[in-house]
């Protein structure tokens, strides 16, 4: 080869990698979005083994809890998402905020399980067995609510078994063999679950309240008219299924080995009986002690007690 030709070779071989570079930079932002996308996906890739292999028991075999007949509390649910800039709902995305409050709830419900519900505490910090990369992967798997990955996976896991696992070998239906968690290093319960199970993820952004409806301490808060008293702040039903329901089911027909039934059929005896019981706990059994100021004052137990034997579920 002379020089000039070479001279040209190099010049073109410059353009090219010229050309190369420009294109990167050109493709650079796409290619951020595509990783960040595809990271997610195996996050939640990995959630969905983890979840299969450990949460279906309580949870379901879809994350529904007691809408599939499981004990555990419903995961897959809008109210845990958390929404990008362009989502397949064409709402806003869900504000920073917002999606670590959900993040950090769903993260601590799951390291530290919660006191007095079967709900264990799954951080190898505290005892657990899984490590805090592994429940972060959870926690994407539920944000993103990718219960689709959790069902395929699940399927195939089942149909290698030998025999083949169905349904009823893997849903736990009586809990008498488990242990309600006794103690945790979480911060939230029912009642302060209560706003992220509520939240909705499509409503127009909150208006913020008008402080004239604030009631006054020692006031009772408006119950909108309803018949139903208020117990902790809220309509008795909506304490009873933040409150109780863990133990004694969402339609009080009981959990086997866990809470008796509370129906009005089921609720037979003079209502000192039960208010005794909600006030100071039942000696030997997971049944907490409600009264002595700890939680409910005497009139919200009795309130309890009416409502529970005089509504249907
Ligand atoms: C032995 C049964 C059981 C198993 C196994 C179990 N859970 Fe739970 N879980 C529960 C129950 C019961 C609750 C509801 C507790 C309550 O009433 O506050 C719960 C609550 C939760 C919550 C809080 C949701 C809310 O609305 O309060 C999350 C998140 C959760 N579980 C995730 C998991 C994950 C992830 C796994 C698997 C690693 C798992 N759970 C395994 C029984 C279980
Ligand atoms: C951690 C599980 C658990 C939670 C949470 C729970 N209970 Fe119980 N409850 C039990 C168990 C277990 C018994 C039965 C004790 C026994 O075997 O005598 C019971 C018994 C009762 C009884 C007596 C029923 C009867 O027929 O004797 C009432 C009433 C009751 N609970 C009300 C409540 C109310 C109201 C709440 C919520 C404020 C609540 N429980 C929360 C586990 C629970």
Same mark, same amino acid.
């Given at each position: 080869?002379?020089?000039?030709?070479?001279?040209?070779?190099?010049?073109?071989?410059?353009?090219?990698?010229?050309?190369? !570079?420009?294109?990167?930079?050109?493709?650079?932002?796409?290619?951020?979005?595509?990783?960040?996308?595809?990271?997610?996906?195996?996050?939640?890739?990995?959630?969905?083994?983890? !979840?299969?292999?450990?949460?279906?028991?309580? =949870?379901?075999?879809?994350? /529904?809890?007691?809408?599939?007949?499981?004990?555990?509390?419903?995961?897959?649910?809008?109210?845990?998402?958390?929404?990008? +800039?362009?989502?397949?709902?064409?709402?806003?995305?869900?504000?920073?905020?917002?999606?670590?409050?959900?993040?950090?709830?769903? $993260?601590?419900?799951?390291?530290?399980?919660?006191?007095?519900?079967?709900?264990?505490?799954?951080?190898?910090? !505290?005892?657990?067995? /899984?490590?805090?990369?592994?429940? #972060?992967?959870?926690?994407?798997?539920?944000?993103?609510?990718?219960?689709?990955?959790?069902?395929?996976?699940?399927?195939?896991?089942?149909? =290698?078994?030998?025999?083949?696992?169905?349904?009823?070998?893997?849903? @736990?239906?009586?809990?008498?063999? /488990?242990?309600?968690?006794? &103690?945790?290093?979480?911060?939230?319960?029912?009642?302060?679950?209560?706003?992220?199970? &509520?939240?909705?993820?499509?409503?127009?952004?909150?208006?913020?309240?008008?402080? $004239?409806?604030?009631?006054?301490?020692? &006031?009772?808060?408006?119950?909108?008219?309803?018949?139903?008293?208020?117990?902790?702040?809220?309509?008795?039903? #909506?304490?009873?299924?933040?409150?109780?329901?863990?133990?004694?089911?969402? #339609?009080?027909? %009981?959990?086997?080995?866990?809470?008796?039934?509370?129906?009005?059929?089921?609720?037979?005896?003079?209502? #000192?009986?039960?208010?005794?019981?909600?006030?100071?706990?039942?000696?030997?059994?997971?049944?907490?002690?409600?009264? %002595?100021?700890? +939680?409910?004052?005497?009139?919200?137990?009795?309130? /309890? @007690?009416?409502?529970?034997?005089?509504? &249907?579920?």
């Amino acid at each position: 080869m002379n020089t000039s030709k070479q001279v040209n070779a190099m010049i073109g071989l410059l353009f090219l990698v010229s050309l190369f !570079f420009a294109w990167n930079v050109l493709i650079e932002p796409d290619r951020q979005a595509t990783a960040i996308e595809e990271q997610t996906e195996l996050f939640a890739e990995r959630g969905a083994e983890i !979840f299969v292999q450990n949460c279906r028991s309580c =949870h379901g075999m879809e994350g /529904l809890g007691p809408e599939e007949g499981a004990i555990g509390a419903k995961l897959n649910t809008p109210a845990f998402l958390i929404l990008g +800039e362009e989502n397949a709902f064409g709402v806003d995305a869900t504000a920073e905020g917002v999606a670590d409050g959900i993040r950090n709830f769903l $993260g601590d419900s799951i390291a530290c399980g919660r006191t007095n519900t079967v709900m264990p505490l799954w951080s190898e910090q !505290f005892g657990g067995s /899984l490590t805090d990369q592994q429940i #972060d992967y959870l926690v994407t798997l539920i944000t993103e609510g990718r219960w689709d990955l959790v069902v395929e996976i699940g399927e195939y896991e089942d149909s =290698h078994q030998d025999p083949p696992a169905t349904r009823e070998d893997i849903i @736990v239906t009586d809990a008498s063999t /488990l242990a309600p968690t006794s &103690e945790n290093c979480g911060q939230y319960n029912g009642i302060t679950a209560r706003p992220f199970r &509520e939240r909705d993820p499509f409503a127009a952004a909150p208006t913020p309240p008008d402080p $004239g409806d604030t009631p006054e301490p020692g &006031e009772t808060p408006d119950n909108g008219g309803s018949e139903e008293p208020i117990v902790q702040g809220m309509p008795v039903g #909506d304490y009873y299924l933040a409150a109780c329901s863990t133990c004694h089911g969402a #339609d009080r027909a %009981g959990i086997t080995g866990l809470g008796l039934p509370l129906t009005p059929d089921a609720l037979t005896e003079a209502d #000192d009986f039960y208010i005794d019981t909600i006030v100071n706990g039942r000696e030997g059994t997971v049944m907490a002690a409600y009264g %002595g100021g700890a +939680e409910l004052t005497p009139e919200e137990v009795q309130d /309890l @007690v009416t409502w529970l034997k005089n509504n &249907e579920p």
